[in-house]
Nanobody, 126 residues
Framework: QLQLMESGGGLVQPGGSLRLSCAAS????????IGWFRQAPGKEREGVSC????????NYAGSVKGRFTISRDNAKNTVYLQMNSLNPEDTARYYC???????????????????WGQGTQVTVSS
């Protein structure tokens, strides 16, 4: 059974950092394109970042570029999202997702991804 599980969310003050983890079971993340998405109450799901399985190229939404970094640890079958300089607008539930489709430059469109985790809540507040 293919499963993705996010962890690392929590409450953080503005300017703080969190590292989210996306662990896979039942399949190997190294051969998949992985995306991070977020959804705040009353808003549409937004693509945050992705890392492609080929060439390990990455893509970021403009709102997080320079603050967030996506990476993968194939030995741990885990993808990470390091989030720095967090602000209240980053408050949302964060989801990781996977697809077998290979991209040279992965897209931040949720329709592309077929396997999803349950999400982890990130709240940025003083």
């Amino acid at each position: 059974q293919l499963q993705l599980m996010e962890s690392g969310g929590g409450l953080v003050q503005p300017g703080g950092s969190l590292r989210l983890s996306c662990a896979a079971s039942g399949f190997t993340l190294a051969y998949r394109t992985i995306g991070w998405f977020r959804q705040a109450p009353g808003k549409e799901r937004e693509g945050v970042s992705c890392i492609s399985s080929s060439e390990d190229s990455t893509n970021y939404a403009g709102s997080v570029k320079g603050r967030f970094t996506i990476s993968r640890d194939n030995a741990k079958n885990t993808v990470y999202l390091q989030m720095n300089s967090l602000n209240p607008e980053d408050t949302a539930r964060y989801y990781c997702a996977a697809t077998l489709v290979l991209f040279r430059s992965c897209p931040l469109s949720h329709e592309t991804f077929g396997s999803w985790g349950q999400g982890t809540q990130v709240t940025v507040s003083s």
